[in-house]
């Protein structure tokens, strides 16, 4: 999960990191956090950045307050967490204009911000489904059963989990979905999923992964995708960061 406080006292800033890394620990989900000072350095960032799923928003801060930010993220994403922070409870009613999920009275409980986390899980659980354009239909593709997608003609193949087989078996079921999306479409959809690009052709699931050499990547279910050598690198770092978070 992506991240982002947005406080301006640091002591409560650093409480609730605190909080939401212990939660990630005990859930065993991977969460990457960045905090801001203030509405207009994460604006700065965001804009150039949207690839965050949860914004923790202090309300009473200098120059743009957080409901005036929540306000203008809302026009530009109708799909992003938002969760206040607040001393007083005067804002609730605004707080319904931009879909807040809920507001965290300060002083912050740690009990509070776990609870939050839980519903966010339990939403982010709900959404594990993309939906593609394959042969003149609509179809809802399970992104976890998702290993990699390589482009070939003008579309792409998605390049399906196994699901009879382990890893150094012989692969009894292997599917493969043909959709009309390009892979650079592909690439901006499943970037909050931990796809990253392996090759010009391909992006790999970073979860699926089992093994990675200097040619190819191997997923858990045995099968196999190249890796380009200028790629390797940054895909390796990634494999290795996202699993010691894990």
Not at 55 to 62: G, N, P, R, V, Y
Not at 103 to 128: A, F, G, N, T
Request: with cysteine; glycine share 4%; aromatic share 10%.
């Amino acid at each position: 999960m992506k991240i982002a406080i947005i406080e301006d006292e640091q002591l409560h800033m650093e409480l609730l990191m605190g909080y939401i890394q212990s939660w990630g620990i005990q859930k065993k989900v991977v969460v990457e956090i960045e905090s801001f000072p203030n509405a207009e350095s994460f604006l700065f960032h965001w804009e150039e950045v949207v690839d965050f799923e949860i914004l923790f928003i202090d309300i009473q801060m200098k120059e743009m307050n957080g409901m005036e930010l929540a306000k203008y993220i809302r026009k530009k994403d109708k799909n992003i967490v938002i969760i206040f922070t607040t001393g007083i409870a005067d804002f609730m009613e605004e707080g319904y204009e931009v879909e807040a999920m809920h507001y965290l009275l300060k002083p912050i409980s740690r009990k509070k911000v776990e609870q939050c986390m839980d519903r966010v899980k339990e939403r982010k659980k709900e959404k594990q489904f993309i939906l593609l354009h394959h042969m003149g239909e609509l179809w809802k593709v399970d992104i976890e059963k998702i290993n990699y997608v390589e482009a070939r003609g003008h579309g792409c193949i998605l390049g399906m989990a196994a699901t009879e087989k382990g890893y150094y078996q012989e692969i009894e079921k292997k599917e493969e979905i043909t959709v009309t999306e390009s892979i650079s479409e592909l690439k901006n959809i499943l970037a909050e999923y931990h796809f990253i690009p392996c090759h010009r052709s391909y992006l790999c699931r970073i979860e699926a992964i089992h093994q990675i050499d200097k040619k190819e990547i191997y997923f858990d279910d045995g099968s196999h995708i190249p890796v380009s050598r200028r790629m390797y690198g940054e895909v390796n770092q990634a494999f290795i960061k996202y699993f010691r978070k894990m």
